[in-house]
């Protein structure tokens, strides 16, 4: 009879175990995801049995103070290779001390690039994130509540993973748009800034990117092609960007609810903001700039062409033979800056593009630094008894559109166990990934290196 008893409480014993790890399973297992968080703050890594897009719990990140947390996971990728990632995203209360850099997102680790991050409330969205691997031979995805340059707090589940591999479109004709933003409706500090383009600014901003274009194609000897297009924009933008170097400006996140529907029906390649900041009246504080770039929306190269505020006194943007033969160079030196990047982030050693006077260029009269880009496009600039410049493998370095994956291999990512004993046996091989302060403190150290570059 004893030994029956004890055999009876030695099978609840194991129930109640199995019961417990099985609960841990399911509300903490991230089966190969790496759990990593900048600071130590209050912010929760759990599966959601409650909150679900399909029959798999989904994986939520809950900060309470502002922090910079996300799972991933690294996988062998091919060198120049268009890659694209999927999830479904759904957020509650999201807020980040930088909009246009945190929020909930998809980002590949150890770069800049991620999705345009999600703020405050929004129900099951899918969001995808297009990158080419460039030199990398492994590439660490994340799912992200906050971001390179900034901080989030509130919400965010994911669910529903995927990663495809495409194929490489090596043709060298770039489609670019346009948008003319007509109307600018700001309100800042008590101030109202309230602007529209005029017909004169429309004039000038077409004509000078068809010159545009003319021009990347002679500069580049015929091997770039540029196909544009121009979309006027009548809604009014009310949001804009700050930071200490240049004052306000358009970020991709500003525009991104005026311009959306149009990116996502077309594949373009670059895209430039043409807007009035200002007029003989007031202006919208801008530092030394009428061309801004460096940007990304989404992985495609982006753009702010600013109108001088006073037309009557400037000859900028107009071709003049007495005064200005040269008036797209403020389209080209922004377009170059994408093409610059592109070229560096594939650890390409070429001469910045605002180093015109440490390789003997100087700004003329009339024509600007027309012989620079010329010979920066061609890679014509004397060096140490060489030619250095653009490589020409740049002209086919073009942003990834869904048309890259046409033909897609898919990839097996998320590694979801078939039943719950396949479930356990992994969890407990990962535990040390999850659990252990050890891993946690190791995982965090390479962390911080990541996010302070």
């Known amino acids: 009879m004893k030994k ?17 790890i099985v609960s841990i399973y399911q509300k903490y297992y991230f089966n190969d995801f790496i759990k990593a968080q900048e600071k130590d703050s209050e912010t929760y890594f759990y599966r959601d049995s409650k909150v679900k897009n399909n029959n798999r719990n989904s994986y939520c990140i809950e900060s309470n103070d502002f922090n910079d947390a996300l799972f991933f996971k690294e996988i062998d990728v091919e060198k120049n290779t268009p890659y694209k990632v999927t999830c479904m995203v759904k957020t509650e209360n999201v807020e980040s001390t930088d909009i246009e850099t945190a929020g909930a997102c998809i980002s590949l680790i150890d770069s800049y690039d991620q999705t345009i991050p999600l703020q405050g409330t929004n129900d099951w969205t899918q969001i995808s994130l297009y990158f080419d691997s460039k030199n990398m031979e492994k590439a660490k995805i994340g799912f992200r509540l906050g971001g390179y340059d900034g901080y989030s707090k509130g919400k965010v589940w994911f669910s529903d993973f995927h990663v495809e591999k495409g194929e490489k479109d090596d043709s060298k004709t770039w489609n670019v748009a346009c948008f003319f933003i007509n ?13 529209s383009l005029t017909q004169e600014d429309k004039h000038l901003l077409e004509n000078n990117l068809n010159r545009f274009a ?7 000897n015929g091997e770039l092609k540029i196909n544009h297009e121009i979309i006027e924009i009548n809604e009014p933008l009310t949001s804009f960007s700050y930071d200490d170097k240049n004052y306000y400006f358009v970020s ?8 959306e529907k149009y990116v996502n ?15 003989t009246e007031n202006s919208i504080p801008v530092k030394d700039w009428i061309g801004l770039g460096s940007m990304t929306y989404e992985n495609i190269g982006f753009s702010n062409i600013r109108m001088p505020n006073d037309l009557s006194r400037t ?3 107009k071709y003049d033979i007495k005064n ?22 594939r650890g390409y050693d070429i001469p910045a593009l605002h180093d015109n006077e440490k390789y003997g260029y100087k700004s003329v009269s009339k024509v600007g630094l027309k012989d620079w880009y010329k010979d920066y496009m061609q890679c014509n600039i004397s060096s140490d008894d060489k030619k250095i410049g653009l490589d020409e493998f740049v002209y086919s370095t073009k942003p990834i559109h869904e048309s890259n994956f046409e033909i897609a291999t898919e990839i097996d990512f998320e590694n979801n166990p078939e039943n719950i004993i396949e479930g356990v046996k992994q969890f407990f091989s990962n535990m040390k ?9 190791e995982i965090n150290t390479e962390y911080n290196t990541v996010v302070t570059e």
Request: hydrophobic letters at 40%; proline letters at 3%.
């Open 265 to 279: 029906e077309n594949e373009y390649d670059h895209i430039f903001i043409g807007l009035r900041m200002g007029n």
């Open 324 to 345: 200005d033969v040269f008036p797209e160079e403020v389209f080209v030196h922004e377009f170059l800056h994408s093409l610059e990047r592109n070229l560096k982030e």
């Open 433 to 441: 990934n999850s659990f252990t302060k050890t891993k946690e403190e």
């Open 183 to 195: 109307n600018v409706q700001f309100e800042k500090d008590g101030n109202a800034y309230n602007y």
């Open 315 to 317: 000859t900028m943007y």
């Open 214 to 220: 003319n021009t990347c194609e002679i500069f580049s």
């Open 252 to 259: 991709p996140t500003d525009v991104k609810p005026l311009i």
């Open 4 to 20: 029956v008893i004890s055999s009876i409480i030695f099978l609840v014993i194991i129930v109640v175990i199995i019961g417990v």
